[in-house]
């Protein structure tokens, strides 16, 4: 006879891939108590904690399920802002990710040491399910790898792709993660195309992060060498890595700057996005690589590098600061001295731009040209037009990386570009603007951030 479930003696279901770890209610870190409450009474009672643990996950060689369950992470969600940037809902995300990876951590580094051949038939068995794992259980399976000393090159390219989208599209910077990519990257070498390499070097990139890893930078140059011809838009790809790392080869430049390269990708499908990455490339070479003497892009091939609001700007827009930023500098200047999403040369957006004479007073944009010349050094500013131009860059929450202190490798980009080209900047921080209580607070801290640069408006600035 078949016992009514939840009656004492029935079998609880088994966790399945993709399962959330709690439910309704629940929080990540009860639901894991809950299920590692029998591991933590034997370290209580005197056993090994670590033993016990590694022994229940060994017990599930035969179910990948039954293991994927036991290492889930629940799905990162995305940043959810709210229902009012100005009421007492502050937005989540941002804070450092936590999880059952901290526990499995704590864990394993309060009691005596692991058997190493108890790590080593984990780190086996991790391995070979792998594959049949859901990308968060992965995320956890190689955080779990990482911190019992398993080889990360183990692991086929595959699974490493997944984890490095994971972290870029999740804007995980986590460099115990990141630096396992690096390792296996560098000691794979040899097996991996470029079409594999720029799926592998996109969180680097993205997050803003230069690996430890010695060989990290030789192995793609030697990469890029070896690949360059085979796949042009990888290795486009790779270079725009590479660039929002400050870490250009000049090598591949010749390369992607050669009359050859670029007669071969102008009949490609990809042709339209490689001009705008190649002309991207061109400006940082124009602005951060002067000793640079090889092959430009032709200025017939240059095109704008942004022509339109990112992605993420636009699908955040209702969450963005922009509007009541806006508005403050409405009643705060006038709406004549601020012009508001202009795209100046090369490509980059501007949130708010002002033009400030040479004793600070802010000027009307519209009687000044509001562009600096590009590239600087052909194009010198004439001694007649001493005014500043001040960009207000807002760094919106999702303009970082996850935990919120480190820029996105885009973002970052961006700013670099235009202090180089001589815009002053002026960051309006999300934290910031998250803490002004509507507008006349937000007018006053507007206030303070442009008379701190030495800026006069008003009857007394002119």
Wanted: charge should be positive.
């Amino acid at each position: 006879m078949r016992r009514p479930r939840g009656e004492p003696g029935s079998r609880a279901p088994r966790p399945t891939e993709g399962a959330t770890c709690a439910g309704p209610g629940e929080s990540c870190e009860k639901a894991w108590a809950g299920r590692l409450k029998p591991l933590v009474q034997g370290h209580a009672a005197g056993s090994p904690t670590p033993n016990s643990m590694l022994r229940v996950l060994l017990s599930a060689q035969a179910s990948s399920a039954r293991l994927s369950g036991l290492l889930l992470l629940p799905p990162v969600q995305p940043c959810c802002l709210g229902p009012s940037k100005w009421g007492d809902h502050r937005p989540p995300g941002g804070g450092p990710h936590a999880g059952p990876v901290q526990g499995l951590q704590r864990l394993l580094e309060q009691p005596p040491p692991v058997e190493q051949a108890t790590l080593q038939d984990l780190s086996q068995l991790i391995i070979r399910n792998c594959p049949s794992f859901d990308i968060h259980t992965i995320h956890v399976c190689l955080h779990l790898a990482a911190l019992l000393e398993a080889r990360p090159e183990e692991l086929t390219p595959h699974v490493m792709v997944l984890l490095a989208q994971h972290l870029a599209r999740h804007r995980l910077r986590e460099p115990q993660l990141l630096e396992a990519i690096a390792h296996f990257l560098v000691v794979q070498e040899a097996q991996l195309n470029s079409k594999v390499v720029q799926k592998l070097v996109l969180p680097f990139g993205r997050l803003n992060y230069v690996p430890l890893e010695q060989q990290f930078m030789p192995c793609l140059e030697r990469i890029l060498a070896r690949e360059a011809g085979v796949a042009p838009l990888a290795t486009v790809n790779i270079l725009m890595s590479l660039c929002q790392l400050q870490c250009l080869p000049f090598q591949a430049l010749h390369f992607v700057f050669s009359p050859g390269f670029i007669n071969h990708i102008s009949g490609t499908p990809h042709a339209l996005i490689m001009r705008r990455y190649l002309s991207l490339l061109d400006t940082a070479v124009e602005l951060e690589l002067p000793g640079y003497r090889g092959a430009r892009l032709p200025r017939r091939q240059q095109v704008p590098i942004f022509p339109q609001p990112l992605i993420t700007d636009r699908a955040r827009c209702k969450y963005s600061h922009k509007d009541i930023v806006a508005e403050g500098l409405r009643q705060l200047l006038g709406e004549e001295k601020y012009r508001q999403d202009l795209t100046v040369p090369p490509g980059y957006s501007t949130d708010f731009l002002l033009c400030v004479s040479s004793c600070g007073s802010v000027l009307p944009v519209r009687a000044q040209d509001p562009f600096l010349p590009y590239p600087p050094r052909s194009c010198p500013r004439a001694t007649r037009d001493p005014a500043q131009r001040v960009v207000l860059m807002l760094r919106e929450r999702w303009h970082f990386c996850r935990d919120g202190r480190v820029l996105l490798g885009s973002r970052a980009l961006r700013e670099r570009h235009l202090g180089l080209m001589g815009y002053q900047l002026l960051p309006l921080p999300f934290e910031e603007l998250e803490s002004q209580r509507g507008l006349p607070q937000l007018k006053s801290y507007l206030r303070q951030k442009l008379q701190a640069l030495g800026l006069r408006w008003g009857p007394e600035g002119g």
